[in-house]
């Protein structure tokens, strides 16, 4: 789906701002018929939010069910003879959208974009009235998984209680976490824009291919960062030839301006640019090839997560943390464990930051080797083609971003589970198909022997595992590390034969907590833990990356071993660095992204 930029022939209205807010956690509203009556009750809520955090009332943060969004909006009178669509960046999980009481569609999945078309339901220089079910509940069918448990134990609740159970850390957000759009197109129009990137000596080929709605024809021009047209091209697929093209590379990344014209007799109907690198990604002899050069990741898993916004885009913290990013010397991260935000997509492209794209199945497990989660009553075919469905929307919305290097089709499911191999390869089949140009990686905690041994990894092109030793098992042991660390890290390479990064490891550190020596929780013991990790990847050829837990602080479910949230951070939540922050960026200043001559 394309992203609905300006043109020449493109108008867009943001419909960001306060709209109305009422929470149905009974689900009444559908049957009471709110999407024509209107809302009942009118508070406010900003958009895009998560609405957990805005309110003071606990039965808001932590509702399982419905909330309902409404609001008004003048569509311009100059928008007569024009296609208009109403777009969602993304509704968590769940979004039912009505327009003026007429239902126009929705959309199940919390983190991908969904639009439909309104022309007929909007009359320019008239108001509409836009209206929102959204729903949170996690099932086994959605993504991440979850769990709906009735308890009632009359020793302990006066009453059944309804609670939801997830499976993984960070705190359920839900609302309209993403921009809101009304955007116009001409009624023929470009519907896709799908370029792939090769180099062919100094020359970058940039192999096109246009999909329209209406008849035309289709013109093609490549412009450089200063507007001068370098290519040009005729026909609804092709090859544009760049000479002397510049590469986008991690850290110095150049764009151009690939527009697509569609004409009538002539006449130019519709205009659509898309920014895009030439850059080439490939696996090869156990290296992670950018441009053919071998390519170190240096960097973070990250989280959408602040302070009151929640899970809400804010470009604020977006331009925040490409600073900090840049600062402290990483070159890539991994949108674990969910599809960011298009918008911040746009920014890594341009700030030249490597990432791994990752789907929404994060929590297929329950850390427990004896309750199996492939089973047909939990995680089963329903799921796996929803899962299927997310991954093919996730490749249409990201394909053309340079900064995407990798596709994760997960994190952390119970892969050591023999129904887990045929799930997944369906899951790998498909991304292969959609997206021959990237490699695709699952990310890991299981491990490379015994009971436990992963299933799944010798599918993928890359194994990216997550490791905590001296942390959840061995607590306080940082001896440990290097023995556990080297011997592990060699059994998945010698097992799998593939390349191998560390996509998390870490310790919880509450900022301003400190001891001599190391304890838990403190700053010594995190950056102490981090030291004794990286000295083994120094040792190991076939260790291509490292990816901190995490890059900042973030909220998550309460329970005993989180104390308001997940303090593993190297920043805190607020975007400050901790002690870590320092020795990290004085370890990553003496490390080159392409470290073919600086690793022993
Ligand atoms: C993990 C998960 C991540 C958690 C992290 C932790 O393995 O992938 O979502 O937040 O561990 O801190 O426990």
């Known amino acids: 789906m394309l992203y609905p930029y300006e043109s020449s022939t493109r108008e867009v209205k943001t419909l960001d701002g306060v709209w109305d807010f009422c929470p149905d956690a009974e689900g009444v509203g559908e049957q009471q018929r709110w999407f024509e009556t209107g809302l009942p ?19 808001i943060r932590d509702l399982s069910g ?50 439909g078309e309104i022309s007929c339901m909007a009359a320019p220089g008239e108001k509409i009235r836009i209206t929102v079910r959204v729903n949170n509940v996690l099932d086994f069918q959605t993504l991440p998984p979850g769990e709906i448990e009735i308890l009632d134990d009359p020793y302990r609740y006066e009453k059944p209680k309804k609670v939801q159970r997830y499976f993984h850390d960070f705190y359920n957000y839900a609302g309209i976490h993403r921009p809101v759009k009304l955007y116009t197109t001409p009624k023929a129009h470009i519907t896709d824009v799908r370029l792939n990137t090769q180099l ?43 000479s002397n093209a510049h590469l986008w590379n991690p850290g110095a990344p150049y764009l151009y301006t690939f527009t697509t014209i569609l004409e009538q007799d002539g006449e130019t109907v519709d205009v659509y640019h898309q920014r895009f690198g030439v850059r080439t990604v490939k696996v090869e002899d156990g290296k992670f090839l950018i441009n053919g050069k071998p390519f170190y990741f240096k960097g973070f898993g990250k989280h959408e997560d602040m302070n009151l916004k929640g899970k809400g885009l804010d470009d604020v913290t977006c331009i925040r943390d490409f600073n900090l990013m840049q600062w402290i010397g990483a070159n890539s991260f991994r949108t674990s464990h969910y599809p960011y935000a298009e918008e911040m997509l746009d920014w890594a492209d341009e700030y030249g930051f490597v990432v791994i794209d990752e789907s929404p199945a994060v929590g297929m497990t329950f850390f427990n080797e004896e309750k199996r989660v492939f089973v047909p009553e939990r995680v089963n075919d329903e799921t796996k083609q929803f899962h ?72 993928l092109d890359v194994v990216c595992i997550n490791k905590y030793y001296s942390w959840y098992e061995d607590s306080g042991m940082l001896d440990v590390i290097g023995y556990q660390a080297e011997k592990e890290l060699t059994l998945w390479y010698e097992n799998y034969h593939k390349p191998v990064i560390i996509t998390e490891y870490g310790a919880d550190a509450i900022a301003g907590f400190h001891s001599v020596p190391e304890v838990m929780f403190t700053e010594e013991y995190q950056i102490e833990m981090v030291r004794r990790f990286n000295e083994v990847f120094d040792r190991l050829d076939f260790v291509i990356g490292e990816h901190l837990w995490a890059f900042a602080d973030f909220a998550t479910k309460q329970g005993t071993t989180r104390v308001i949230g997940n303090k593993k951070g190297i920043f805190t939540r607020e975007r400050n660095p901790k002690s870590i922050a320092f020795m990290l960026k004085d370890r990553w200043a003496r490390m080159e992204d392409f ?5 022993a």
């Open 41 to 59: 009750r009118r508070m406010h809520m900003p958009v895009p939010a998560s609405y957990n955090d805005i309110t003071t009332d606990s039965g």
């Open 200 to 242: 062919q000596g100094d020359d970058g080929l940039v192999a096109y291919q246009i999909s329209t709605e209406g008849s035309g024809s289709i013109r093609v021009e490549i412009t450089d960062a200063q507007g001068c047209v370098v290519a040009q091209a005729e026909g609804a697929d092709g090859t544009a030839v760049i």
């Open 66 to 115: 419905d909330v309902w969004y409404e609001r008004t909006v003048f569509v311009p009178s100059t928008w007569k003879q024009k296609r208009i669509v109403l777009r969602f960046g993304s509704v968590t999980h769940y979004g039912k959208v009505w327009v003026n009481g007429e239902f126009l569609m929705e959309h199940k999945g919390g983190y991908l974009p969904f639009e």
């Open 388 to 459: 299927i469905q997310v991954m093919k929307d996730l490749i249409d919305r990201d394909k053309n971003h340079p900064c995407v290097v990798m596709w994760s089709i997960a994190n952390e499911p119970s892969s050591w589970e023999d129904a887990a191999r045929p799930y997944f390869s369906d899951i790998i089949d498909t991304v292969r198909h959609e997206d021959a140009s990237r490699p695709v990686t699952m990310v890991s905690y299981a491990f490379p022997y015994g009971s436990r041994k992963d299933k799944v990894a010798d599918l």
């Open 595 to 599: 470290p073919e001559d600086t690793k």
